[in-house]
């Protein structure tokens, strides 16, 4: 079982920069694959990033350049550092994980654990 806890979300404006983390409990956090996803309002969930248990990465088309994502397995802690923040940024911010690498990161369902989100507002 693993349970997370995301922070760092809130209002910016545009051009500026958030960092979101995710604590994770649990002691075998480091072989787990991580995943931040966001939903905006009428949209569905979509992947943001993800970094695997190896430390391997990949990004939404959207995100590249601008955000990216870093794990501390020391800390049980995934983070989102995110800059050049656009409108179209603002969403609830998931943290997800797995214990395997999932068939389809970008696909929610793959996901087995879940935080309960942080709200992500950028104000042009």
């Known amino acids: 079982q693993v349970q997370l806890v995301e922070s760092g979300g809130g209002l910016v404006q545009a051009g500026g920069s958030l960092r979101l983390s995710c604590a994770a409990s649990?002691?075998?956090?480091?072989?787990?694959?991580m995943g931040w996803f966001r939903q905006a309002p009428g949209k569905q969930r979509e992947l943001v990033a993800a970094v695997s248990s190896g430390g391997g990465t990949n990004y939404a088309d959207s995100v590249k350049g601008r955000f990216a994502i870093s794990r501390d397995n020391n800390r049980n802690t995934v983070r989102l550092q995110m800059n050049s923040l656009k409108p179209e940024d603002t969403a609830v911010y998931y943290c997800?994980?797995?214990?395997?690498?999932?068939?389809?990161?970008?696909?929610?369902?793959?996901?087995?654990?879940w935080g309960r989100g942080t709200q992500v507002t950028v104000s042009s």
């Open positions: 997800a994980a797995e214990n395997t690498w999932p068939s389809s990161t970008l696909i929610p369902s793959t996901w087995g654990y």
């Open positions: 649990g002691r075998t956090f480091s072989n787990y694959a």
